[in-house]
């Protein structure tokens, strides 16, 4: 079955680095096209990075651009956020979805504060 388990959360200071990971299994992963979304506390989801499947493009949400990338591994099934200079405007649960079937990941809390 598809599974979408991320990892890498926590608490960090503003300013900060973390970087998140989701490992990927039971479907193709180098040909699915992949995203980081992430939703803060009484907030709607949305869409933070989006890489395609080999990883030759990438966008990025306005807010985030020039302080985080997303990469993938497809030897290892793995895709990856790169989050610096973190503000506490980043404080959210980040989710890796598969683009298409859409499937999620459960999630993992990234919280910023001093």
């Known amino acids: 079955q598809v599974q979408l388990v991320e990892s890498g959360g926590g608490l960090v200071q503003p300013g900060g680095s973390l970087r998140l990971s989701c490992a990927a299994s039971?479907?193709?992963?180098?040909?699915?096209?992949m995203s980081w979304y992430r939703q803060a506390s009484g907030k709607e989801r949305e869409l933070v990075a989006r890489?395609?499947?080999?990883?030759?493009?990438?966008n990025y949400a306005d807010s985030v651009k020039g302080r985080f990338t997303i990469s993938r591994d497809n030897a290892k099934n793995t895709l990856y956020l790169q989050m610096n200079s973190l503000k506490p405007e980043d404080t959210a649960v980040y989710y890796c979805?598969?683009?298409?079937?859409?499937?999620w990941g459960q999630g993992t809390q990234v919280t910023v504060s001093s």
């Open positions: 039971g479907f193709t992963f180098s040909s699915a096209a």
């Open positions: 890489i395609t499947s080999t990883g030759s493009s990438t």
């Open positions: 979805q598969r683009n298409w079937p859409t499937y």
